[in-house]
Protein backbone atom coordinates (compact mmCIF):
# COMPACT_ATOMS: atom_id res chain seq x y z
CA UNK A 1 0.00 0.00 0.00
CA UNK A 2 1.59 3.17 -0.57
CA UNK A 3 2.42 5.60 2.13
CA UNK A 4 1.63 9.22 3.02
CA UNK A 5 4.03 11.04 4.99
CA UNK A 6 2.76 13.89 6.69
CA UNK A 7 5.41 16.35 7.99
CA UNK A 8 4.19 19.00 10.57
CA UNK A 9 6.05 22.39 10.71
CA UNK A 10 7.62 24.54 12.94
CA UNK A 11 10.82 25.91 13.34
CA UNK A 12 12.98 22.78 12.65
CA UNK A 13 14.41 21.51 9.68
CA UNK A 14 17.17 19.19 10.23
CA UNK A 15 14.53 16.89 12.38
CA UNK A 16 12.35 17.13 9.64
CA UNK A 17 14.30 16.11 6.35
CA UNK A 18 16.54 14.07 8.10
CA UNK A 19 14.14 10.66 8.07
CA UNK A 20 13.22 10.95 4.74
CA UNK A 21 16.62 11.56 4.01
CA UNK A 22 18.12 8.65 5.63
CA UNK A 23 15.35 6.22 4.36
CA UNK A 24 13.75 5.37 8.06
CA UNK A 25 10.54 5.70 6.52
CA UNK A 26 9.54 5.33 2.87
CA UNK A 27 6.79 7.57 1.54
CA UNK A 28 4.90 7.69 -1.93
CA UNK A 29 3.74 10.93 -1.26
CA UNK A 30 5.08 13.55 1.36
CA UNK A 31 2.91 16.58 2.63
CA UNK A 32 3.60 19.70 5.08
CA UNK A 33 1.30 20.23 7.55
CA UNK A 34 1.35 23.83 7.87
CA UNK A 35 -0.73 26.19 10.54
CA UNK A 36 -3.29 27.80 8.19
CA UNK A 37 -1.81 31.62 9.41
CA UNK A 38 0.94 30.96 7.13
CA UNK A 39 1.80 32.56 4.70
CA UNK A 40 0.55 30.63 0.80
CA UNK A 41 2.65 28.10 -0.24
CA UNK A 42 5.81 28.94 -2.52
CA UNK A 43 5.59 32.78 -0.84
CA UNK A 44 9.20 34.29 -0.75
CA UNK A 45 10.27 34.84 2.87
CA UNK A 46 11.75 37.98 2.08
CA UNK A 47 8.10 39.30 1.09
CA UNK A 48 6.69 37.91 4.71
CA UNK A 49 6.64 40.53 8.13
CA UNK A 50 9.70 39.87 9.92
CA UNK A 51 9.35 37.34 13.22
CA UNK A 52 6.91 34.17 13.12
CA UNK A 53 5.68 34.48 9.60
CA UNK A 54 9.06 34.93 7.87
CA UNK A 55 10.78 32.53 9.73
CA UNK A 56 7.89 29.72 9.12
CA UNK A 57 8.17 30.83 5.47
CA UNK A 58 12.05 30.09 5.15
CA UNK A 59 11.48 26.55 7.02
CA UNK A 60 8.74 25.82 4.40
CA UNK A 61 10.78 26.73 1.61
CA UNK A 62 14.13 25.29 2.64
CA UNK A 63 12.36 21.63 3.71
CA UNK A 64 10.30 21.79 -0.21
CA UNK A 65 13.90 22.26 -1.87
CA UNK A 66 15.51 19.63 0.22
CA UNK A 67 13.25 16.90 -0.39
CA UNK A 68 11.77 17.89 -3.53
CA UNK A 69 14.02 16.12 -5.82
CA UNK A 70 13.84 13.14 -4.04
CA UNK A 71 10.44 12.76 -5.26
CA UNK A 72 8.71 12.13 -8.71
CA UNK A 73 5.73 14.01 -7.65
CA UNK A 74 6.34 17.92 -5.91
CA UNK A 75 5.39 18.12 -2.06
CA UNK A 76 2.28 19.61 -1.62
CA UNK A 77 0.76 21.40 1.49
CA UNK A 78 -2.03 20.86 4.27
CA UNK A 79 -3.70 23.03 6.75
CA UNK A 80 -4.60 23.17 10.18
CA UNK A 81 -6.04 25.19 12.93
CA UNK A 82 -2.89 25.43 14.97
CA UNK A 83 -3.97 28.13 17.55
CA UNK A 84 -7.82 27.34 17.27
CA UNK A 85 -9.68 25.67 20.40
CA UNK A 86 -8.43 21.97 20.97
CA UNK A 87 -11.86 20.76 20.04
CA UNK A 88 -11.36 22.43 16.71
CA UNK A 89 -7.99 21.20 16.31
CA UNK A 90 -8.92 17.42 17.13
CA UNK A 91 -11.73 17.54 14.46
CA UNK A 92 -9.62 19.07 12.13
CA UNK A 93 -6.59 16.60 12.74
CA UNK A 94 -9.01 13.23 12.69
CA UNK A 95 -10.29 14.63 9.26
CA UNK A 96 -6.68 15.06 7.49
CA UNK A 97 -6.11 11.22 9.14
CA UNK A 98 -9.03 9.88 8.00
CA UNK A 99 -8.77 11.08 4.64
CA UNK A 100 -4.96 10.25 4.53
CA UNK A 101 -5.64 6.38 5.70
CA UNK A 102 -7.76 5.98 3.23
CA UNK A 103 -5.23 6.16 0.52
CA UNK A 104 -2.88 3.77 3.00
CA UNK A 105 -0.38 3.83 5.38
CA UNK A 106 0.52 7.11 7.16
CA UNK A 107 3.74 8.22 9.05
CA UNK A 108 3.27 11.43 10.93
CA UNK A 109 6.52 13.14 11.69
CA UNK A 110 5.63 15.50 14.61
CA UNK A 111 9.24 16.47 15.52
CA UNK A 112 8.72 20.13 15.08
CA UNK A 113 4.85 20.01 15.90
CA UNK A 114 3.69 22.63 17.98
CA UNK A 115 2.33 20.31 21.88
CA UNK A 116 -1.06 20.91 21.08
CA UNK A 117 -0.68 19.93 17.39
CA UNK A 118 1.39 16.98 18.47
CA UNK A 119 -1.76 16.30 20.88
CA UNK A 120 -4.21 16.55 19.13
CA UNK A 121 -2.73 14.03 16.23
CA UNK A 122 -2.46 11.42 19.13
CA UNK A 123 -5.53 11.99 20.15
CA UNK A 124 -6.93 12.21 16.70
CA UNK A 125 -4.86 8.59 16.09
CA UNK A 126 -6.02 6.78 19.38
CA UNK A 127 -9.98 7.56 18.50
CA UNK A 128 -9.36 6.16 14.79
CA UNK A 129 -8.29 3.35 16.17
CA UNK A 130 -10.34 2.77 19.13
CA UNK A 131 -13.53 3.38 16.65
CA UNK A 132 -12.25 0.60 13.92
CA UNK A 133 -11.80 3.17 11.49
CA UNK A 134 -8.30 1.91 11.22
CA UNK A 135 -6.22 -0.26 11.98
CA UNK A 136 -3.36 0.20 14.72
CA UNK A 137 -0.37 -0.14 12.70
CA UNK A 138 -1.94 2.07 9.73
CA UNK A 139 -1.06 5.39 11.25
CA UNK A 140 2.56 5.56 12.80
CA UNK A 141 3.39 8.56 15.15
CA UNK A 142 7.34 9.77 15.56
CA UNK A 143 9.93 12.25 16.74
CA UNK A 144 12.84 12.74 16.70
CA UNK A 145 15.09 13.29 20.30
CA UNK A 146 17.23 16.35 19.82
CA UNK A 147 20.81 15.27 20.30
CA UNK A 148 21.57 18.99 20.91
CA UNK A 149 19.19 21.77 21.59
CA UNK A 150 20.12 25.14 21.99
CA UNK A 151 18.52 27.61 24.53
CA UNK A 152 16.05 29.68 22.64
CA UNK A 153 16.87 32.63 24.79
CA UNK A 154 20.05 32.41 24.26
CA UNK A 155 20.35 32.43 20.44
CA UNK A 156 17.56 35.42 20.37
CA UNK A 157 20.50 36.98 22.94
CA UNK A 158 23.19 35.89 20.53
CA UNK A 159 21.17 37.90 17.57
CA UNK A 160 20.86 41.08 19.88
CA UNK A 161 24.61 40.93 20.81
CA UNK A 162 25.38 40.57 16.74
CA UNK A 163 23.27 43.24 15.82
CA UNK A 164 24.69 45.49 18.54
CA UNK A 165 28.43 44.73 17.60
CA UNK A 166 27.19 45.50 13.74
CA UNK A 167 25.72 49.03 14.76
CA UNK A 168 28.59 49.90 17.03
CA UNK A 169 31.18 49.25 14.48
CA UNK A 170 29.36 51.42 11.90
CA UNK A 171 29.10 53.92 14.62
CA UNK A 172 32.68 53.71 15.62
CA UNK A 173 33.30 53.43 11.83
CA UNK A 174 31.86 56.61 11.10
CA UNK A 175 33.18 58.36 14.30
CA UNK A 176 36.35 57.52 12.59
CA UNK A 177 35.38 59.39 9.37
CA UNK A 178 34.21 62.34 11.62
CA UNK A 179 37.58 62.29 13.70
CA UNK A 180 40.20 61.98 11.23
CA UNK A 181 38.13 64.67 8.46
CA UNK A 182 36.47 67.38 9.94
CA UNK A 183 37.21 66.76 13.55
CA UNK A 184 40.69 66.57 12.62
CA UNK A 185 40.47 69.83 10.31
CA UNK A 186 39.36 71.89 13.03
CA UNK A 187 41.36 70.61 15.63
CA UNK A 188 44.41 71.19 13.19
CA UNK A 189 43.11 74.90 12.70
CA UNK A 190 45.27 76.78 15.27
CA UNK A 191 48.36 75.04 14.34
CA UNK A 192 47.87 76.23 10.86
CA UNK A 193 47.14 80.12 12.28
CA UNK A 194 50.18 79.76 14.37
CA UNK A 195 52.25 78.60 11.62
CA UNK A 196 50.82 81.37 9.27
CA UNK A 197 51.80 83.57 12.00
CA UNK A 198 55.28 82.37 12.45
CA UNK A 199 55.55 82.54 8.54
CA UNK A 200 54.79 86.27 8.81
CA UNK A 201 56.81 87.11 12.08
CA UNK A 202 59.74 85.36 9.97
CA UNK A 203 59.07 87.69 7.07
CA UNK A 204 58.28 90.46 9.24
CA UNK A 205 61.91 90.12 10.68
CA UNK A 206 63.43 89.56 7.30
CA UNK A 207 62.36 93.24 6.35
CA UNK A 208 60.45 91.53 3.77
CA UNK A 209 56.22 91.31 4.29
CA UNK A 210 55.12 90.80 0.67
CA UNK A 211 52.10 88.08 0.59
CA UNK A 212 51.98 88.29 4.44
CA UNK A 213 48.16 87.37 5.33
CA UNK A 214 48.21 89.25 8.61
CA UNK A 215 51.03 91.38 10.08
CA UNK A 216 51.91 90.78 14.10
CA UNK A 217 51.03 93.33 16.72
CA UNK A 218 54.14 94.99 17.39
CA UNK A 219 55.51 96.92 20.63
CA UNK A 220 55.55 100.74 19.75
CA UNK A 221 58.93 102.05 18.49
CA UNK A 222 60.61 104.57 22.20
CA UNK A 223 61.44 107.39 21.26
CA UNK A 224 64.99 106.77 22.49
CA UNK A 225 65.34 104.11 19.50
CA UNK A 226 68.78 105.09 18.07
CA UNK A 227 68.14 105.54 14.07
CA UNK A 228 71.70 104.38 13.82
CA UNK A 229 70.63 101.18 15.57
CA UNK A 230 67.68 100.85 13.16
CA UNK A 231 70.29 101.05 9.91
CA UNK A 232 71.92 98.57 11.23
CA UNK A 233 69.05 96.37 11.49
CA UNK A 234 67.78 97.08 7.89
CA UNK A 235 71.15 96.89 6.60
CA UNK A 236 71.74 93.22 8.47
CA UNK A 237 68.73 92.07 7.17
CA UNK A 238 69.01 93.11 3.85
CA UNK A 239 72.80 90.97 3.63
CA UNK A 240 70.49 87.87 4.91
CA UNK A 241 68.24 89.04 2.11
CA UNK A 242 70.72 88.56 -0.18
CA UNK A 243 72.03 85.37 1.03
CA UNK A 244 68.34 84.02 0.92
CA UNK A 245 68.19 85.26 -3.00
CA UNK A 246 71.26 83.56 -3.70
CA UNK A 247 70.20 80.06 -1.95
CA UNK A 248 66.98 80.73 -3.80
CA UNK A 249 68.14 79.16 -7.21
CA UNK A 250 70.03 76.16 -5.95
CA UNK A 251 68.14 72.75 -5.47
CA UNK A 252 65.92 72.73 -1.88
CA UNK A 253 68.11 72.02 0.93
CA UNK A 254 67.17 69.62 3.58
CA UNK A 255 66.19 71.29 6.80
CA UNK A 256 68.43 69.97 8.46
CA UNK A 257 71.43 71.09 6.21
CA UNK A 258 70.48 74.32 5.61
CA UNK A 259 70.31 77.87 7.85
CA UNK A 260 67.27 79.21 5.85
CA UNK A 261 64.31 79.36 8.43
CA UNK A 262 61.87 79.31 5.22
CA UNK A 263 62.62 76.11 4.26
CA UNK A 264 62.46 74.15 7.75
CA UNK A 265 58.56 76.31 7.64
CA UNK A 266 57.85 74.63 4.53
CA UNK A 267 58.90 71.35 6.22
CA UNK A 268 56.51 72.24 9.26
CA UNK A 269 54.01 73.15 6.97
CA UNK A 270 54.43 69.42 4.82
CA UNK A 271 54.12 67.54 8.10
CA UNK A 272 51.34 68.89 9.44
CA UNK A 273 49.43 68.75 5.47
CA UNK A 274 50.66 65.32 5.86
CA UNK A 275 49.41 64.57 9.62
CA UNK A 276 45.93 64.77 9.66
CA UNK A 277 44.47 61.79 11.20
CA UNK A 278 43.90 62.53 15.08
CA UNK A 279 42.91 58.89 15.58
CA UNK A 280 46.43 57.76 14.64
CA UNK A 281 49.99 57.85 16.42
CA UNK A 282 52.44 60.52 15.64
CA UNK A 283 55.07 58.78 13.32
CA UNK A 284 57.28 61.99 13.15
CA UNK A 285 58.11 64.51 15.93
CA UNK A 286 57.98 68.00 14.42
CA UNK A 287 60.19 69.48 18.02
CA UNK A 288 62.99 68.77 16.45
CA UNK A 289 62.14 70.99 12.88
CA UNK A 290 60.81 73.69 15.19
CA UNK A 291 64.13 73.60 17.23
CA UNK A 292 66.34 73.46 13.87
CA UNK A 293 64.20 76.40 13.03
CA UNK A 294 64.60 78.13 16.35
CA UNK A 295 68.53 77.52 16.01
CA UNK A 296 68.54 79.08 12.54
CA UNK A 297 66.43 82.41 13.69
CA UNK A 298 68.91 82.60 16.69
CA UNK A 299 71.99 82.25 14.06
CA UNK A 300 70.23 84.59 11.88
CA UNK A 301 68.52 87.03 13.99
CA UNK A 302 69.80 86.58 17.76
CA UNK A 303 72.32 89.86 16.81
CA UNK A 304 69.28 92.27 16.46
CA UNK A 305 67.45 93.66 19.03
CA UNK A 306 64.46 95.58 17.47
CA UNK A 307 61.00 94.85 17.70
CA UNK A 308 60.55 92.41 14.46
CA UNK A 309 63.33 90.49 15.93
CA UNK A 310 61.27 90.11 19.18
CA UNK A 311 58.07 89.61 18.07
CA UNK A 312 59.56 86.37 15.77
CA UNK A 313 60.81 85.17 19.22
CA UNK A 314 57.39 85.47 21.12
CA UNK A 315 55.65 83.57 17.46
CA UNK A 316 58.46 80.81 17.95
CA UNK A 317 56.89 80.27 21.72
CA UNK A 318 53.45 81.08 20.96
CA UNK A 319 53.78 78.35 17.88
CA UNK A 320 55.58 75.67 20.65
CA UNK A 321 52.82 76.05 22.90
CA UNK A 322 50.07 75.30 20.04
CA UNK A 323 52.41 72.35 18.58
CA UNK A 324 52.44 70.70 22.17
CA UNK A 325 49.48 70.88 22.50
CA UNK A 326 48.49 69.32 19.40
CA UNK A 327 50.97 66.70 19.90
CA UNK A 328 49.92 65.98 22.93
CA UNK A 329 45.79 65.33 22.54
CA UNK A 330 47.00 63.59 19.27
CA UNK A 331 48.84 61.41 21.57
CA UNK A 332 45.97 61.01 24.10
CA UNK A 333 43.11 60.31 21.48
CA UNK A 334 44.97 57.72 19.56
CA UNK A 335 46.43 56.06 22.60
CA UNK A 336 42.59 55.79 23.75
CA UNK A 337 41.36 55.16 20.09
CA UNK A 338 43.72 52.31 19.30
CA UNK A 339 42.56 49.49 21.72
CA UNK A 340 39.06 50.53 21.33
CA UNK A 341 39.46 49.75 17.41
CA UNK A 342 41.50 46.55 17.97
CA UNK A 343 38.96 45.44 20.13
CA UNK A 344 36.39 45.97 18.00
CA UNK A 345 38.38 44.52 15.11
CA UNK A 346 38.60 41.20 16.97
CA UNK A 347 34.48 41.87 18.07
CA UNK A 348 33.42 42.07 14.47
CA UNK A 349 35.29 38.70 13.38
CA UNK A 350 33.29 37.12 16.12
CA UNK A 351 30.67 38.74 15.64
CA UNK A 352 31.23 37.50 11.39
CA UNK A 353 31.54 33.63 12.59
CA UNK A 354 28.37 34.13 15.39
CA UNK A 355 26.53 35.86 12.19
CA UNK A 356 27.13 32.93 9.90
CA UNK A 357 26.14 30.06 13.04
CA UNK A 358 23.15 32.07 13.43
CA UNK A 359 22.15 31.48 9.56
CA UNK A 360 22.45 27.94 10.26
CA UNK A 361 20.46 27.75 13.26
CA UNK A 362 17.91 30.09 10.75
CA UNK A 363 17.79 27.22 8.03
CA UNK A 364 18.29 24.41 10.14
CA UNK A 365 16.63 24.99 13.60
CA UNK A 366 17.97 25.22 17.05
CA UNK A 367 18.50 21.30 17.50
CA UNK A 368 19.83 18.47 16.05
CA UNK A 369 18.68 14.51 16.08
CA UNK A 370 18.89 11.77 14.30
CA UNK A 371 17.23 8.36 15.45
CA UNK A 372 13.21 8.84 15.24
CA UNK A 373 11.26 7.57 18.20
CA UNK A 374 7.52 6.16 18.24
CA UNK A 375 5.38 7.80 19.93
CA UNK A 376 3.70 5.39 21.61
CA UNK A 377 4.49 5.23 25.46
CA UNK A 378 7.10 8.05 25.20
CA UNK A 379 6.71 11.50 25.52
CA UNK A 380 4.99 13.97 22.79
CA UNK A 381 8.14 16.32 22.96
CA UNK A 382 11.00 15.32 24.89
CA UNK A 383 11.55 17.79 27.63
CA UNK A 384 14.80 19.09 29.36
CA UNK A 385 15.34 17.57 32.58
CA UNK A 386 14.40 20.59 34.91
CA UNK A 387 11.31 20.93 32.29
CA UNK A 388 10.41 17.85 32.83
CA UNK A 389 10.45 17.40 36.45
CA UNK A 390 8.65 21.14 37.18
CA UNK A 391 5.95 19.93 34.43
CA UNK A 392 5.50 16.94 36.82
CA UNK A 393 5.23 18.53 39.62
CA UNK A 394 2.93 21.16 38.08
CA UNK A 395 0.56 18.48 36.63
CA UNK A 396 0.36 16.61 40.25
CA UNK A 397 -0.91 19.06 42.03
CA UNK A 398 -2.63 22.47 42.08
CA UNK A 399 -1.54 25.90 40.27
CA UNK A 400 1.48 26.89 41.91
CA UNK A 401 3.58 30.65 41.59
CA UNK A 402 6.85 30.27 40.66
CA UNK A 403 8.35 30.01 43.81
CA UNK A 404 6.40 27.41 44.83
CA UNK A 405 7.48 25.30 41.95
CA UNK A 406 10.65 25.71 42.41
CA UNK A 407 10.66 24.58 46.17
CA UNK A 408 8.43 21.95 44.77
CA UNK A 409 10.92 20.52 42.58
CA UNK A 410 14.04 20.98 45.27
CA UNK A 411 11.58 19.06 47.45
CA UNK A 412 11.30 16.38 45.36
CA UNK A 413 15.33 16.36 44.67
CA UNK A 414 15.68 15.89 48.69
CA UNK A 415 13.30 13.68 48.52
CA UNK A 416 15.08 11.22 45.94
CA UNK A 417 18.38 11.56 47.45
CA UNK A 418 16.47 10.37 51.08
CA UNK A 419 15.60 7.39 48.94
CA UNK A 420 19.05 6.86 47.84
CA UNK A 421 20.57 7.51 51.23
CA UNK A 422 18.27 5.05 52.88
CA UNK A 423 19.04 2.16 50.10
CA UNK A 424 22.74 2.79 50.95
CA UNK A 425 22.20 2.74 54.49
CA UNK A 426 20.94 -0.57 54.48
CA UNK A 427 24.58 -1.77 52.98
CA UNK A 428 28.08 -1.66 54.17
CA UNK A 429 29.34 1.44 54.84
CA UNK A 430 32.85 0.73 52.95
CA UNK A 431 30.34 0.10 49.30
CA UNK A 432 29.44 3.54 49.61
CA UNK A 433 30.06 6.53 46.96
CA UNK A 434 31.02 9.73 47.68
CA UNK A 435 27.44 10.58 46.78
CA UNK A 436 25.61 8.13 48.60
CA UNK A 437 27.69 8.69 51.78
CA UNK A 438 26.16 12.24 51.21
CA UNK A 439 22.59 10.87 50.57
CA UNK A 440 22.92 9.02 53.67
CA UNK A 441 23.50 12.11 55.75
CA UNK A 442 20.35 13.65 53.98
CA UNK A 443 18.59 10.65 55.00
CA UNK A 444 19.50 10.81 58.90
CA UNK A 445 19.94 14.25 59.73
CA UNK A 446 16.98 16.37 59.16
CA UNK A 447 19.18 19.91 59.45
CA UNK A 448 21.37 18.61 56.71
CA UNK A 449 18.43 17.85 54.54
CA UNK A 450 16.43 21.00 55.31
CA UNK A 451 19.73 23.27 54.67
CA UNK A 452 20.59 21.47 51.30
CA UNK A 453 17.52 21.77 50.02
CA UNK A 454 17.22 25.46 50.53
CA UNK A 455 21.07 26.06 49.09
CA UNK A 456 19.81 23.63 45.77
CA UNK A 457 16.45 25.90 45.99
CA UNK A 458 19.14 28.99 45.56
CA UNK A 459 21.11 27.55 43.16
CA UNK A 460 18.97 25.95 41.11
CA UNK A 461 16.74 28.99 40.84
CA UNK A 462 18.00 30.56 37.36
CA UNK A 463 18.14 27.40 35.62
CA UNK A 464 13.96 26.47 37.19
CA UNK A 465 13.05 30.10 35.70
CA UNK A 466 14.77 29.43 32.43
CA UNK A 467 12.90 26.14 32.75
CA UNK A 468 9.55 27.34 32.99
CA UNK A 469 9.90 30.22 30.62
CA UNK A 470 10.38 27.18 28.42
CA UNK A 471 7.32 25.17 29.30
CA UNK A 472 5.41 28.48 29.21
CA UNK A 473 6.84 29.11 25.23
CA UNK A 474 6.06 25.36 23.99
CA UNK A 475 2.60 25.95 25.44
CA UNK A 476 2.59 23.00 27.98
CA UNK A 477 2.22 25.73 30.90
CA UNK A 478 0.07 28.71 31.13
CA UNK A 479 -0.21 31.67 33.27
CA UNK A 480 -3.52 31.94 36.25
CA UNK A 481 -4.17 35.47 36.97
CA UNK A 482 -5.09 35.87 40.45
CA UNK A 483 -6.79 38.75 42.10
CA UNK A 484 -4.21 38.47 44.92
CA UNK A 485 -0.84 37.29 45.20
CA UNK A 486 1.58 35.89 42.62
CA UNK A 487 -0.03 34.65 39.43
CA UNK A 488 -0.01 30.80 39.10
CA UNK A 489 0.96 28.44 36.61
CA UNK A 490 -0.95 25.63 35.68
CA UNK A 491 -0.79 22.91 32.94
CA UNK A 492 -2.24 22.71 29.83
CA UNK A 493 -4.17 19.67 27.85
CA UNK A 494 -0.74 18.97 26.38
CA UNK A 495 0.89 18.94 29.72
CA UNK A 496 -1.69 16.16 31.04
CA UNK A 497 -1.19 14.76 27.76
CA UNK A 498 2.50 14.63 28.63
CA UNK A 499 1.90 13.07 31.89
CA UNK A 500 -0.22 10.20 31.09
CA UNK A 501 2.38 9.19 28.24
CA UNK A 502 5.18 9.43 29.78
CA UNK A 503 6.50 6.73 32.55
CA UNK A 504 7.39 9.15 35.32
CA UNK A 505 8.92 5.79 37.35
CA UNK A 506 11.26 5.26 34.83
CA UNK A 507 11.69 8.95 33.90
CA UNK A 508 12.55 9.40 37.28
CA UNK A 509 15.18 6.83 38.04
CA UNK A 510 16.98 7.93 35.20
CA UNK A 511 16.70 11.97 34.23
CA UNK A 512 15.58 13.39 37.73
CA UNK A 513 18.84 10.99 39.64
CA UNK A 514 21.10 12.54 36.65
CA UNK A 515 19.88 16.07 38.07
CA UNK A 516 20.40 15.06 41.54
CA UNK A 517 23.76 13.45 40.91
CA UNK A 518 24.69 16.46 39.23
CA UNK A 519 23.59 19.00 42.26
CA UNK A 520 25.29 16.50 44.17
CA UNK A 521 28.89 16.91 43.05
CA UNK A 522 28.19 20.48 42.91
CA UNK A 523 28.23 20.03 46.33
CA UNK A 524 31.10 18.08 47.07
CA UNK A 525 33.38 20.34 44.82
Known sequence: ???????????????????????????????????????????????????????????????????????DSPLDEVRLPFDAPFVELYAATTDLLRSSVADGDVVVNLTSAPPQVAAAFYAARTALVDTGVTDDDAITLFTVPADERLDLAAVSALRAVV??????????????????????????????????????????????????????????????????????????????QLA???????????????????????????????????????????????????????????????????????????????????????????EAYRPVSEAMGELTEGTATAADRLDDFRDAGV???????SVDGHSLSPLGDLEAIALHVLTTGPPRSRPRTRRAVTAHLRERAEHHGIVAGARDEESWTSFEAFCVDIARNGGQADAFEKRLSNALRPRLDVAVEALLADGYVRIRERETGR???????????WSKTTDWDEFRETVVDDVLRDCVERELD
Open 1 to 71: MPTTHLSVLGLDVQRVVTPLETGDFGADRVRLVRDEADPEQGRDPDDCAAGPMRARARVARTISETLGPQF
Open 367 to 373: ARGETPL
Open 487 to 497: DALEPTDSAHL
Open 244 to 334: DFVESDQPTPDPSDTRDPNVVLDALDSWLDAETALLSPVEDDPRELLARFRESCDARFGKFEDDATIVLFETIDRFEEQLDAYLDARTKLS
Open 163 to 240: SNVETTTTALDEFAHVADGPAATAVARPLRIALSDLRNALAEASGDSRGSRRRPSYTTRSKDDSTLDSMSAYVGRARE
